[in-house]
């Protein structure tokens, strides 16, 4: 009897070391096992128009980071972005547009449809302009990020509007300072956004002061209700800095926390967006 209580403290002892010993140990990423490397299938000067709309353009393929922790090889997904930008804007500025894909290694796309990525961007249609491309991988939480290399090449983009572009725009509603008065004196100048010169289908306003929790919409003319633009989702559920928009029919915009913001109103990819100064 004696023996067997004395073997069976032993093996209680050797488990409850074992168990200290699992709990002392940290998983600890190591890192990638190899940079990312992106390639493209052209980056010759290349020309959309929209003639081709449905036609195969550009197809980007990218190797795995391959993450390794402490205790072996990742076994999470890994989100991979695509980020395009405009020549020397480094992925830093608003104006980064970012297309996630979960566990994939590549990206085809149709000429209306990196079209539509590049519009993002916000350069003028017509004349070539250089884009930069990289891919971004991250683990679970938006942890642990690996940026592949950059390509460069010069494509030129067509206009190709969702909704027709009217002359004006203003923002009301009562996350505004004018409140919901739609009167020609209370939004002009104080509520219009301007239209881009070089780029007529984008519409901005520099600065205006917004209150959260409450609501806004577009209007294209002053004093009337008609043709106004609003969210085509649910009440309360746009994207607080930026969603689609629609015509003539959705839901106020729900406003962001209160601040001041510079908000673009994009007719080519039928998107609002606010940025947070």
């Known amino acids: 009897m004696k023996k067997m209580k004395h073997l069976f403290m032993v093996a209680v002892a050797i488990v409850l070391f074992a168990a200290c010993d699992k709990e ?20 010759a000067d290349l020309t959309l128009t929209k003639a081709q709309a449905n036609f195969s353009s550009l197809q980007f393929q990218w190797t795995n980071p391959g993450y390794k922790f402490s205790n072996g090889v990742n076994t999470q997904d890994i989100t991979f972005t ?15 547009v970012g297309l996630e894909y979960k566990t994939a290694l590549s990206a085809s796309f149709k000429v209306s449809e990196l079209n539509n990525a590049l519009a993002g961007v916000g350069l003028k249609d017509g004349p070539l302009n250089t884009f ?73 306003i520099s600065r205006i002061t917004l209150t959260g929790g409450n609501y806004y919409l577009l209007l294209p003319v002053a004093g ?23 015509p003539d029919a959705g839901e106020d915009f729900l406003a962001p926390a209160s601040g001041d913001y510079k908000i673009t109103v994009n007719f080519k990819t039928a998107k609002i967006t606010l940025v947070k100064l």
């Open 224 to 246: 009337s209700w008609n043709n106004k633009y609003a969210f085509p989702g649910k009440k309360n559920e746009n994207n607080l800095l930026g969603d689609s928009f629609q």
């Open 24 to 43: 002392g140990d940290q998983v600890k990423l190591i890192g990638g096992s190899s940079d990312i490397t992106l390639s493209i299938s052209s980056t």
């Open 132 to 204: 930069q491309f990289r891919v971004r991988s991250t683990l679970s939480g938006n942890n642990a990020p690996i940026f592949s290399n950059t390509v460069t090449m010069k494509i030129a983009t067509y206009l190709d509007v969702v909704y027709p572009v009217p002359d004006n725009l203003f923002i009301i509603g009562n996350a505004t300072p004018g409140g919901w008065n739609n009167t020609v004196s209370n939004l002009d100048p104080a509520q219009r956004l301007i239209k881009n010169s070089k780029q007529p289908f984008l519409f901005e």
């Open 82 to 96: 695509l980020q395009i930008d405009s020549a020397g804007g480094n992925f830093a500025n608003a104006r980064t």
